[in-house]
């Protein structure tokens, strides 16, 4: 599904990314780990296409050079960012923005778009699975929304547009327990032969609830170890010193 | 110009049955244009428009005497998204009045220009609107009454218009404890006019004017309002301004806060593209206690647009306990934009609440990012974030039926 080689970035004139190479197949979950300045969130941004980096290096999605993807051709295309800190837009209900992301998204795939009604069933739905407000969708596209309502409504997004390619940047930072497990299980409710997620992360205790395929240890820029989901375990006993 | 002017004027007044009186009032208005002529920068109040240079470059003769006849009204531009009472003007002349909707026992109307109190000393633009007005029409709402409908002024131009320069006026009386939705709605088709309005509103104790401004449709003229609104006490004003269609717009609102618990509101939005330039200037003028006014103007300019917010609070010194609040802000999304923002407080008593904000900048990229990342083109992200921005000055409208037209009317759906 996605094949990274040699990928570099550099943002004002300083390498962040320094050659990285992975490979994500239908239905698996990779988690990447690393310290603080190793580059996870440059990763996350460089695959969803945000401006302002100077991309060099080959990325297959799906069989197409997705460096060539406009932002949001990406999006249409299944690939989803839930991000580390979401932006709080004054002036947009939720729904509505919710609405039109999806129906933007199906016109790009040639299907039937949601009509108000339809719309609403389904994300009702969604929001009871996810245990969240419905009185919430009502309000500002995150605006006044606590740490962990805005990282539920990431997942809610998630799980509304079905992506192919997950992207989860440090979604378990200012989670409470509750609000972790709550998004953990709608990440796995998401997991499927053809969906695959990239799980980026500082702690290992997101992984106790999302059983990552594979670990990745990145420092530097670069992947120095990667493993099965028992590195996660390693890493938090004896730290990221022990690889650098 | 001033030859021209005064054979019009001439012209005007023999179309026209005045009394000495009257007669002589226009003449000593004429003679207070003809010495000022049309404001320059020169003057604090016009440093952001210059006036005489805009009518200068944009219409090559000056006439002022339109005597073409009534025009057929085209009812396609009549709203159909609530019932309301009309009045239309066309090239200036009142073509039509339906206040079927009313007891029309309880609504005055009076068109005798001999009726018109002119506004003394305001400006140059307002003794030439006094000196020269063909059609004028006062309404005086009757003690007690609020009117079933909002009242739509259709303010229509047509090719058929002669003359360069069109002058009307019209004055609403609301005696005690009435009220009146009013929206006034530009419809222009004709070309490079400069249209001078005044618009006088005595709001008597406890009526309440809620007066909804909008002119939505591109169109080359160049306009000038004057509003003046007088309160008694506990009155309300309710203004809302929307600023997008024509190319140059001045809108002028002089509000005497003159009773006691007497409050005025006046948020608007400015949305301009290519060279448009409007401008809103407001003097609160707080001449009692424990008044009240609050300002919230959102401007968004694109390409090489110009907005222009001047706010000015006055709180006398017997105005105690006055709370006056104004805000700006504006959104500039291209390097040739500009916006001139310029609060003024002048407070000369001492247990007042006042206070002013304004900013200006452009879109915030990652805000854009992350509506992208969901999918939605630059564009679609753009235009969210730009309603998202205005929605709030709209949100201010306590009228539903006309927040919902004006928010249709901007594209924004629930």
């Known amino acids: 599904m996605l094949e990274i080689k040699n990928l570099k970035a550099e943002i004002n004139k300083k390498e962040i990314l320094k050659g990285l190479n992975l490979e994500i197949k239908p239905g698996e979950v990779h988690a990447i780990m690393g310290p603080n300045g190793s580059g996870k969130s440059t990763l996350s941004n460089v695959l969803s296409g945000k401006k302002g980096y100077d991309v060099s290096g080959d990325v297959k999605y799906l069989n197409e050079n997705l460096l060539d993807l406009e932002i949001e051709e990406r999006a249409h295309k299944g690939i989803f960012l839930a991000f580390q800190y979401p932006l709080e837009i004054p002036g947009v209900n939720t729904n509505i923005f919710l609405k039109t992301s999806l129906n933007a998204i199906k016109k790009a795939k040639n299907e039937k778009q949601l009509d108000a009604i339809e719309f609403l069933k389904l994300v009702k739905q969604k929001a009871l699975e996810l245990k969240f407000d419905e009185k919430i969708l009502s309000r500002q596209l995150n605006v006044g929304f606590s740490g962990g309502e805005k990282k539920k409504n990431e997942i809610l997004q998630m799980s509304i547009l079905n992506p192919k390619l997950s992207i989860l940047d440090e979604t378990d930072s200012g989670l409470d327990i509750d609000a972790l497990k709550i998004v953990s299980e709608g990440v796995n409710a998401l997991r499927s032969k053809e969906s695959s997620f990239l799980i980026i992360t500082h702690y290992q205790r997101l992984l106790d609830y999302i059983k990552p395929d594979f670990v990745h240890v990145l420092i530097d820029g670069q992947i120095v170890k990667s493993g099965g989901s028992e590195l996660a375990l390693e890493l938090e006993n004896k730290g990221y010193e022990s690889l650098s | ?414």
């Open chain 2, 1 to 414: 110009m001033i030859e021209q002017l005064k054979i019009d004027f001439d012209k005007i007044n023999e179309s026209l049955k005045l009394s000495s009186k009257s007669l002589e009032l226009r003449k000593q208005n004429l003679n207070q244009f003809v010495e000022n002529g049309f404001p320059n920068k020169r003057l604090e109040d016009w440093k952001f428009s210059d006036l005489n240079q805009i009518i200068t470059s944009n219409i090559k003769n000056l006439s002022f005497y339109n005597n073409t006849t009534q025009t057929e009204i085209d009812e396609s531009i009549f709203i159909k998204n609530f019932k309301h009472n009309k009045i239309v003007f066309i090239n200036g002349e009142i073509s039509g009045v339906d206040l079927s909707y009313e007891d029309e026992a309880k609504i005055i109307l009076t068109k005798d220009l001999d009726h018109n109190q002119s506004l003394k000393e305001v400006n140059p633009l307002v003794s030439l609107n006094n000196a020269l007005i063909l059609t004028y029409i006062k309404m005086t709402i009757k003690e007690s009454y609020s009117l079933n409908k909002p009242l739509i002024i259709y303010n229509v131009t047509t090719k058929d218009l002669k003359s360069t320069v069109l002058n009307f006026k019209i004055e609403i009386i609301l005696e005690k404890n009435s009220s009146l939705k009013l929206v006034s709605l530009s419809s222009d088709s004709s070309e490079d006019n400069f249209i001078n309005i005044v618009q006088n509103f005595n709001i008597e104790k406890d009526a309440v004017l809620k007066n909804y401004q909008i002119d939505n449709k591109q169109n080359s003229n160049i306009k000038y309002f004057y509003n003046n609104i007088n309160l008694e006490k506990n009155s309300v004003s309710e203004n809302f301004i929307f600023s997008m269609g024509s190319k140059f717009i001045k809108n002028e609102i002089n509000c005497n806060l003159n009773e006691q618990y007497s409050s005025a509101f006046i948020n608007g939005i400015i949305k301009l593209k290519d060279s448009q330039h409007h401008e809103i200037k407001t003097n609160i003028n707080h001449f009692a206690e424990n008044t009240k006014s609050h300002q919230l103007i959102k401007s968004v300019l694109n390409d090489k647009a110009k907005g222009i917010y001047q706010g000015k609070i006055y709180v006398d010194t017997k105005a105690q306990k006055t709370n006056g609040y104004q805000l700006s802000k504006a959104l500039l999304l291209d390097d040739k934009t500009e916006f001139n923002g310029k609060p003024e407080l002048e407070i000369y008593a001492d247990d007042v609440k006042c206070s002013h904000g304004s900013t200006s900048g452009n879109l915030d990229e990652d805000s854009i990012f992350y509506l992208m990342s969901r999918g939605l083109s630059n564009q679609q992200s753009k235009e969210l974030l730009i309603n998202g921005f205005l929605l709030d000055a709209v949100e201010k409208i306590t009228d539903l039926e006309i927040k919902n037209f004006i928010r249709d009317m901007m594209g924004i759906t629930e």
